[in-house]
């Protein structure tokens, strides 16, 4: 009875985890090879980790997404609370200029940034971050603006401002404490996303992570497969380490 | 006498003109200076510059070049990779979305929705590795296949067409379309199954008459978000063709980099322009259709 009831679902995840899994394994399986030895071995992955390139371009990237998520959390926080708390015309405008990234093709927002930033943005890396702020603002700005919706936002912000919180305080240690599973949501969609963004990153000459794999593929292609394989789970360890810390299903999002 | 007026005239003024404004725009300025700096300048100077000829007078001769050959075969294949890859992703997608969500339990919904969000975002070089891995040349599946009697590469197939690039595409699609497609599951509500079968329905009259006529809407909305995400995908198709197949956004990245070149400048960008526009005819609706099924899926 039971397993009949789950028949369907059994059959889905079948058929979805054969189209997904298909691939990945037999990329598995490449990445293990030892051809000069035949059999298999950790050979690729040790030469990916011991490459100087890796660290350095893992560090790059990661401190690329970590500046992303930060720049996230300070502009979005400050400015979501506000535009709940204050009923400001700007609201609705805001709503709308948040979702305007889906509707530009990251190509042609590398384009647009390309000819548009002077030359002392676009000699510094440190413009990536804003970039892939804008590219990751329609899920922050929603994953923000649901968490803010599901509290008693009012109330919980004069409790504190009667208790002689400053605004700063107010939402370090009142707001985002309330909403920390949309601010954890937030911090994990930003970095991972910024962590393997390629298309505007390779556009606008830049080397991180993900477009040193394709460097690497002309060399030694067992190696960039090993990567390859690396880059996918290591966000697949933050996302689900992120998801496992946050309460199941919490009443957030719901009112 | 003068001097009085004044005086007592700037409190007045001084509300309407200044204060106001600042009090009530100044919270939002980071955003709006960030987003309107690294976001709002260049695709409005992208669209402005698309409408200028070499030398700097306004023209529609970008246009004119974007929709001839091989541009327009660029756009043609863009389109069609666009809504084959959602066709054939949508009702699987959907499928899929309602057994993980109706069936299956908490612990379950929570690590595939992980794993979708990763698979969702892979693309590039490490998915066209997978491929390689498991239907290239020398790939297990070719292999296997070829064993039992099924030689993919006897035709035309290589992973670099536009078949090819279909069956790859799916690799994100699918995931993506059970993601957006999730909400509007969890949002059927029990009580309306109840209701309908109390009324007398069957399961075929309560799909009829309430669950697929409340599904449609976000069903298109997420067709529609499904075409847009195929359409610009750039990653995955550089790593798998090698200028065989015309595609916008790689024709863009070419002339970008200068790899092309075109007597036109600003050709590039008004191909991205275009594609602007393409993408805003499909995500403006997904947008408007999201808002409104909203307003039932909230409880």
Known sequence: ?255 | MTHLVIEEGAPTRGRTFFTFPLKSYLPALPLLLVVGYFFLFPITKLIYVSFLSNENTLTLGNFVTAFKDPYKTGFINSIKIGLFSAAIAALPGAFAAYFIETRGSSKLRRTIAVMNGVLANTGGVPLAFMFFAAIGVQGQITKILKVLGWDIYAGQFSLGTFTGLLIVYLYFQLPLMIIIFSPAIVALRREWVEAAYNLGANQFNYWRTVGIPLLFPSFVASFLLLFASGFSAYATANALTVGNLPLTPLQIGGLLDGNVSASQLNLGKALSSVMILISALAIIPYLIIQRRSARWQKR
């Open chain 1, 1 to 255: 009875m039971k397993f009949k009831r789950n028949l369907p679902l059994i059959l889905t995840l079948t058929l979805f985890g054969f189209f997904v899994f298909v691939p990945m394994i037999s990329a598995f399986e490449y990445s293990i090879r030892t051809p000069l030895e035949g059999g298999y071995g950790w050979k690729h992955y040790i030469w990916a980790v011991t490459q100087d390139d890796f660290v350095y371009y893992i560090m790059r990237s990661g401190w690329l997404a970590f500046l992303t998520v930060l720049i996230t959390l300070l502009i979005l926080v400050p400015t979501i609370t506000w535009l709940h708390l204050s009923q400001s015309p700007l609201r609705v405008l805001i709503d709308a200029i948040s979702l305007l990234p889906l509707v530009i093709p990251v190509v042609a927002f590398a384009v647009g940034a390309q000819i548009s930033l002077p030359e002392f943005v676009q000699s510094t890396i440190l413009e990536l971050p804003f970039l892939y702020f804008v590219l990751c603002l329609p899920y922050a700005y929603r994953s923000l603006d649901i968490g803010l919706s599901a509290i008693p936002l009012k109330t919980l912000t004069e409790a504190a401002r009667s208790s002689g919180a400053n605004p700063i305080r107010t939402i370090n240690s009142v707001i985002v404490p309330a909403i920390r599973g949309s601010v954890m949501a937030t911090v994990a969609i930003t970095f991972v996303l910024s962590l393997g963004e390629y298309t505007l990153t390779v556009l606008l000459h830049w080397d991180t992570f993900p477009t040193w794999v394709t460097f690497v593929a002309q060399e030694n292609i067992l190696g960039a497969i090993a990567i390859s394989m690396m880059s996918l789970i290591i966000p697949f360890l933050i996302l689900t380490g992120i998801t496992l810390a946050l309460p199941e299903r919490s009443n957030q999002g719901r009112k």
